[in-house]
């Protein structure tokens, strides 16, 4: 059972939109993480968000935590083709690394 | 600078065959993970370990072990290969807490096929 879907699942837009990627899940999360992955790369942390509600920037990027720690988003504003990548969400339920669950990614491609 | 490296960044073997991966990391982490990726499911965990000796099982540990004798390596050891677990392998390492909300500094991976 996958705890966590990423929607969409693949988007292609051009450079300088706007795009947000959601992170969904029923259950309840003490954090939770995005990551952004290039290919032939392991995944890089971008932010970690832990209060219900809370909203991180992060220059054109906007993470935001749902209230009641259930969900995420990732807005980006004006996107640039550095912003390609595969961008995934992780959240930790209390209970150590056992209860780290990783979403099921969100792959961008940002046309020049 | 700190590293965690993969070794080798490609495997293709036979099925039924024992093969070891390696990881290697000079952060000084206690904390080291093995994952692997497959399309369509993230990143999904196979061991971990919280430091020297101690090993834990993910959730897609069958046909997977793991040994910790130091602080900077956790090798990865399928005892019998088999197609299902052809797939993209990634190790990281994390400091301490068990919070699970740590910095996870991942390795470039292994992608190994199983024929």
């Known amino acids: 059972t996958q705890l966590l879907e990423q929607s969409p699942q693949f988007l292609s837009i051009q450079e300088g939109e706007n795009l947000t990627v959601y992170c969904n899940s029923s259950?309840?999360?003490?954090?939770l993480q995005w990551y952004r992955q290039e290919p032939g790369e392991g995944p890089v942390l971008l932010v970690t968000v832990v209060t219900g509600g809370e909203v991180k920037k992060l220059k054109r990027l906007t993470f935001q935590f749902g209230d009641a720690r259930k969900d995420s988003s990732l807005h980006i504003t004006a996107a640039q083709p550095g912003d390609t990548g595969l961008y995934l969400c992780a959240g930790a339920r209390s209970g150590g690394y056992q209860k780290v669950t990783f979403g099921t990614g969100t792959k961008l491609q940002v046309i020049p | 600078d700190a590293e965690i490296t993969q070794s080798p960044r490609h495997k293709i073997t036979e099925t039924g065959r024992q093969v070891t991966l390696a990881c290697h990391q000079t952060?000084?982490?206690?904390?080291m993970f093995w994952y692997r990726q497959d399309l369509g499911h993230g990143l999904r965990l196979i061991h971990y370990s919280y430091g020297v000796q101690d090993t834990n099982k993910g959730e897609v540990s069958d046909g997977y072990s793991v040994s910790r004798s130091n602080t900077e390596d956790l090798p990865l050891t399928l005892e019998s290969a088999a197609s299902s677990q052809t797939s993209v392998y990634f190790c990281a390492s994390s400091e301490s807490s068990l919070a699970g909300t740590d910095t996870q500094y991942f390795g470039p991976g292994t992608r190994l096929t199983v024929l």
């Open positions: 952060w000084n982490h206690n904390n």
């Open positions: 259950s309840v999360f003490s954090s």
